[in-house]
C-alpha cells in the first residue's frame, strides 16, 4: 500500500496538472477531456487519503472465514492435533 506522503504529493500533482488544462484549449475537444479524468483522478486520490486500509481488510475476513464451513476447521484443528500442517521441514 503506499505511504500516505505519496498519496498526498500523486494527488497534488494530479490537481495542479487539472488546473493547468483547465485554461488550455487543444483541439477535437482533448483539453476537456483530460480535465475530467483529471478531476476524476483528483476524487478518487481524496477517496483513498480518506479510506483505512485496516478497516477494509479487516471487513473481508469474516465473510472469507465463514465460506470455508466448519469441516475445514476440523480438519485444520486435526492437523495441529498430529502436527501435520504447516511446511515440511528442511534437511540441511
Do not use: Q
Not at 20 to 38: K, M, N, V, Y
Not at 63 to 76: D, M, S, V
Amino acid at each position: 500500500m503506499a505511504k500516505r506522503a505519496d498519496l498526498k504529493a500523486l494527488r497534488n500533482m494530479i490537481a495542479e496538472a487539472d488546473l493547468i488544462l483547465s485554461t488550455t484549449t487543444l483541439p477535437e475537444g482533448r483539453a476537456e477531456r483530460a480535465h475530467e479524468l483529471l478531476g476524476t483522478a483528483v476524487k478518487l486520490a481524496d477517496h483513498l487519503l480518506t479510506e483505512k486500509p485496516a478497516a477494509v481488510l479487516g471487513a473481508k475476513g469474516g465473510k472469507k472465514t465463514a465460506e470455508r464451513g466448519p469441516e475445514y476447521f476440523k480438519k485444520i484443528a486435526a492437523m495441529r492435533k498430529t502436527r501435520a500442517g504447516g511446511r515440511p521441514k528442511t534437511s540441511g
